[in-house]
């Protein structure tokens, strides 16, 4: 832009004061300068009018001077008042388009700096779009070490879960081995109740028995008593025969007759003690071999009722012993599921907190490219 003068009309301050303004050259911002050049050309329209004026006032001037001279000073005044105001309003014009030229000029200075500013910006926007961002970089990272580890515990977890089947097995065949010691255990008992009823029995057969063989003694004896008192007798009568035949000689028939009646009597006491002895014998060797077997079936009995006995003691102590690795393999699976189901929860948390500032750190990001492209239109 040129500089105006207008030296018949202006003093020369004013006019040093409007050439002296600084000249800008508006390259990068051109629509400012659209819009200051057209605010200054509707400004300046008054100007030129008033140039005009004056140009053609300054051509006329040549052709009314001598006509000037036939005209009163009355006119002459007239004509230098309106020339005055004139001047007085286009120097006041001048004087407002001066101001509204050096505000539009701050102005196009300010939207420079706003434009270097929004380079720059534009230029750092761009570099984080073309570099990957060094946030996101971590979180992912992050992100892929907490899902490594949530695999690892759903491995993890699972291999809980094969061990607690195999445990669960392990229980349920402990559960079976229990439940048939108990049978065992019962079936024991009522072996051991029979063998204690026939142990029962069998005493009280040995007790009856030796009753038996009391009272079998004891009639022996009475027999014996009764025996040997025949015999007495026998012979006694024997003795008083023969001295009834020593003194009666002359009976020789009775003599006999006694003699054959003591061969009977012998021969019947012989024929009966044998058969006495032989009953006796007889008897007593069956009461024998029935208190052996009863003596051998107590004692079975007894030997079967020690080895139920230790056998179910040695049951009782394995079931016991089963049921406190039960207890303890339950302990420690409780604990282990509680411990897994904490870590489990943890990872989850620690992963829902991740992912929503993976969320933010995105709306964050997409709001900066809607605001670069923004930018860029």
Request: net charge negative; aromatic share 6%.
């Amino acid at each position: 832009m040129s500089s105006f003068s207008y030296e018949p009309y202006y003093s020369t301050s004013y006019k040093r004061r409007y050439v002296e303004t600084p000249r800008v050259h508006i390259s990068s911002v051109r629509s400012g300068y659209s819009t200051a050049r057209s605010a200054y050309s509707s400004y300046s329209a008054p100007v030129s009018s008033s140039l005009s004026v004056r140009r053609s006032y300054s051509s006329s001037s040549g052709s009314l001077m001598p006509s000037l001279e036939n005209l009163d000073l009355s006119q002459v005044a007239a004509i230098s008042n309106d020339l005055k105001s004139i001047r007085t309003q286009e120097k006041a014009q001048l004087q407002d388009l001066n101001d509204r030229f050096a505000s539009f000029i701050e102005r196009v200075h300010e939207l420079e700096q706003q434009n270097k500013v929004l380079e720059a910006e534009l230029l750092v926007l761009r570099q984080k779009h073309s570099e990957p961002s060094r946030f996101r970089a971590l979180y992912e990272q992050e992100i892929r070490d907490l899902r490594l580890a949530a695999e690892d515990a759903t491995n993890e977890k699972q291999a809980l879960q094969g061990e607690r089947e195999g445990l669960e097995e392990t229980l349920r065949n402990l559960q079976a081995r229990y439940e048939e010691e108990v049978l065992s255990r019962e079936d024991a008992e009522g072996r051991l109740m029979e063998a204690r009823k026939g142990a029962d029995e069998a005493a009280l057969a040995r007790a009856e028995l030796e009753k038996r063989i009391d009272s079998l003694m004891d009639e022996i004896s009475f027999l014996k008593k009764v025996h040997e008192e025949e015999i007495a007798e026998l012979q006694a009568q024997i003795q008083y025969a023969q001295i009834s035949v020593e003194m009666d000689v002359t009976k020789p028939d009775l003599s006999a007759a006694l003699k054959d009646i003591r061969a009977q009597y012998e021969k019947l006491a012989a024929k009966n003690m044998q058969n006495a002895e032989e009953w006796f014998k007889s008897r007593f060797t069956v009461l024998t071999e029935s208190a052996a077997k009863n003596t051998d079936a107590v004692r079975a009995a007894k030997d079967e009722v020690s080895e139920s006995r230790r056998l179910l003691k040695a049951k009782t102590l394995e079931i016991e012993a089963c049921r406190g690795m039960n207890e303890a393999l339950e302990k420690q699976l409780q604990e282990l599921e509680d411990k897994q189901n904490a870590d489990i929860s943890a990872m989850q948390d620690t992963i829902n907190k991740l992912e929503n500032e993976l969320r933010t750190t995105k709306s964050e990001m997409a709001r900066y490219l809607k605001e670069y492209q923004d930018l860029l239109n």
